[in-house]
Each structure stands twice: as C-alpha cells, then as structure tokens.
C-alpha cells in the first residue's frame, strides 16, 4: 500500500505570497492532519480534517487553511506568507474517525522556504 | 498547558550497545502515546505505541514503557544500530487526534 505522499517537495516563495500544499492520505485513510515543523518551535499542530469537515485547529493565524475533498486528498494553504513561515510542512493520516486512537502515519514533508 | 518534552537533546551510544530515550509529559489526562523516528529529509516515521492501560509494550528490537505517575515514557531500543541513527519524538493524544510533540532527542550511533 502506497504510504502518505504530499507534493510539492519544495518550494520557494517571497514574502506576501500564497502557496498551496497537497496531501494524498494512505488508500482507505479517512482522517488527515497538517503540522508545522521548525528548529525551534519543533513539530507543532496545524489542523486536522475528516469527511470533509475540519474537525480541530491549532494555535495558528488565519493565514493557515486548508480543506479536505470527497477523496480524503487535503490541501492547505497559507495566505500572506512571512519569513516565519519557512518550515517543513507535514502531513499525516489515519484510518478512523477522530477522538479514537488512530496511528497517524506521516508523509515526506513539503519544505517550504520563504525569502 | 499540555506538553511533552523530552530529557536529552542528544544521546550517544556504540553499535550494539542498547539505547534509552527518555520523555515526560505533563498531561495526565493523556491516554495515548506514540515514539516517532525522523531520518534528515524524511518524515516521521512510526515506531510503537502504547495505551495509558498498558505500562510496557514491546515491538521488534524496541521497547516502550508508560510510567503514569511520574508521567514518563521511555523507548529502549536493543542492539542498536547505525542505520538507528535519527531524532527520536514522543507524542502525546491530544483533542480530536492532535498529536503535540516533544522536542525530539537526536542518537547518534557509533561504529
């Protein structure tokens, strides 16, 4: 079974751009996450989605968004990019529903540098 | 808050040597925990996990132990080696299926 694959790899962007960052889920997966990681706040809670719905949030602006389609595929997006956004973007998922303990099951990362 | 930390940012061993990676967390509340393995350039990398009802748990060369009141989980890894070379996270089952993340120990395995 193919793991998560998350495109692009890398990008590079300038500050007050917008950049949109796609998630495929392991086949049959129904729940996606998105975290951020960085040297220094380390790997930090994004959003997570299921069926659609964004079922929790992190502690970020909304400039972070994102969204789920009919497939489980999710995009997230980030408006008004600052230098601060360089980080490496992570996406995970898991087969079930959220609130029940589900191994979440992480993709490569997109890396994401902002200048 | 909710956190989860670990103790050591680095741990250096000898191949063949066995490995522990220590973290505590601060939520008592938690009733899930997972240790993750990240490679340079990779994403985590699912190890083993453990439920609050269990206080060991034991998968291929790797061993997990929940100690509840101290809130401390450990990952033993036995006959370590190089390609065991990696930064280590714990998790920890926050809402929903929020993972928060401590800051990861880097073991360095030598030959």
């Known amino acids: 079974k193919a793991g998560v694959t998350q495109t692009p790899r890398y990008l590079i962007k300038t500050r007050g751009q917008q950049v949109t960052l796609s998630c495929s889920p392991i086949?049959?997966?129904?729940?996606v996450s998105w975290y951020q990681q960085t040297p220094g706040q380390g790997l930090q809670f994004l959003f997570e989605?299921?069926?659609?719905?964004?079922?929790n949030k992190g502690n970020f602006p909304g400039r972070f968004s994102g969204r789920q389609f009919s497939n489980s595929r999710s995009e997230m997006n980030v408006s008004t990019l600052e230098l601060g956004d360089s980080a490496l973007y992570l996406c995970?998922?898991?087969?079930?529903?959220?609130?029940?303990?589900?191994?979440?099951?992480f993709g490569p990362g997109t890396r994401l540098l902002v200048l | 808050g909710e956190s989860v930390g670990l103790h050591l940012p680095t741990l250096s061993v000898q191949e063949g040597d066995n490995s522990i990676i220590n973290c505590a967390y601060s939520?008592?509340?938690?009733?899930?925990f997972i240790w993750y393995k990240q490679e340079s350039g990779k994403g985590p990398q699912f190890i083993i996990d453990?439920?609050?009802?269990?206080d060991k748990r034991q998968g291929q060369r790797v061993t997990v132990l929940l100690n509840k009141t101290v809130k401390h989980l450990s990952l033993q890894i036995a006959a370590t080696q190089p390609g065991d070379s990696a930064v280590y996270f714990c998790?920890?089952?926050?809402?929903?299926?929020?993972?928060?993340f401590g800051k990861g120990t880097t073991l360095s395995v030598s030959s």
């Open positions: 453990i439920r609050s009802n269990m």
């Open positions: 989605y299921f069926s659609e719905t964004q079922r």
């Open positions: 995970a998922s898991s087969a079930n529903a959220p609130g029940i303990q589900e191994t979440q099951y």
């Open positions: 086949s049959g997966h129904r729940s």
């Open positions: 939520n008592s509340a938690s009733d899930y």
């Open positions: 998790a920890e089952k926050g809402a929903g299926t929020a993972l928060i």
